[in-house]
């Protein structure tokens, strides 16, 4: 069986600009009665998450004071790294990530997802036999979503082409099998391959590290099936984020 993955990074360097929460942060944006936080760390701790860094970057320090106060799950801790190249590609904010893992001496590999993103609880009840069955070769793999009709905005949704033999990832894919749902598996292997990356070409995304890993047969792909979730970056994606929370509560009663 697997090592257990204990860890987990949280991306919340951005400047949040279409959002634009009046919480002033992504993270704070109260959604479903409660802010975005709780809902992450609810959801990593029923996975057994002990370690969650949060990688700041736009106006960090108000968003560092404010994760001070903030409630945790028993046997939880969060630490905060910023990074100071936020304005960059989002691999760099991962790197950040992992090196403040290691710099808390927490080891092995570790969750990841984007500080605007909420899912249905349910999943990570699923994310437990993911956790226990993955492959040992992998080095990373993507939790992608297959349900097109169910996505909110579309354009701005990281798409995989995936059926027909030529693996593509991208937002401007015009043919495509699934979505990127926002949450990743990674280990050593995945941080390798952004470093990688940003020395080829000065920065880095997710994506670079998909495409290399992919191309070495050490990335997988994981279906979240019926569960849903929502990128909260609109004013309009946080009043669908409501009803879907509305829905899944009431499916709990």
Not at 11 to 18: K, P, V, Y
Not at 36 to 60: C, E, P, R, S
Not at 61 to 76: C, H, T
Request: charged residues 20%.
């Amino acid at each position: 069986m697997p090592q257990s993955t204990r860890a987990a990074v949280i991306l919340a360097a951005g400047f949040g600009s279409r959002l634009n929460a009046e919480e002033g942060y992504k993270l704070l944006a109260e959604v479903g009665g409660r802010p975005m936080i709780d809902h992450h760390l609810a959801g990593l701790n029923q996975l057994g998450v002990t370690d969650v860094v949060v990688v700041t970057g736009y106006a960090h320090q108000g968003l560092e004071n404010a994760l001070q106060s903030i409630e945790l799950p028993e046997g939880m801790r969060v630490h905060c790294a910023f990074n100071p190249n936020y304005e960059g590609q989002n691999g760099s904010s991962v790197l950040v990530g992992a090196a403040a893992l290691r710099d808390a001496a927490v080891p092995g590999p570790f969750w990841l997802t984007m500080s605007d993103h909420l899912f249905e609880p349910a999943l990570f009840n699923d994310l437990r036999t993911f956790d226990a069955e993955r492959p040992s070769g992998w080095q990373g793999a993507l939790m992608i979503d297959r349900k097109l009709e169910t996505i909110f905005d579309m354009p701005d949704a990281t798409k995989l082409a995936m059926d027909a033999g030529d693996f593509a990832i991208g937002k401007e894919l015009t043919r495509f099998d699934a979505v990127d749902a926002g949450l990743f598996w990674c280990d050593q292997g995945f941080v390798d391959a952004l470093l990688n990356a940003r020395e080829t070409r000065g920065d880095c995304s997710t994506s670079d590290a998909v495409r290399a890993l992919h191309a070495d047969a050490t990335f997988g792909f994981w279906d979240i099936g019926p569960r849903l979730w929502q990128d909260v970056d609109t004013p309009g994606a946080r009043a669908h984020a409501e009803r879907l929370i509305a829905g899944w509560r009431a499916r709990q009663h």
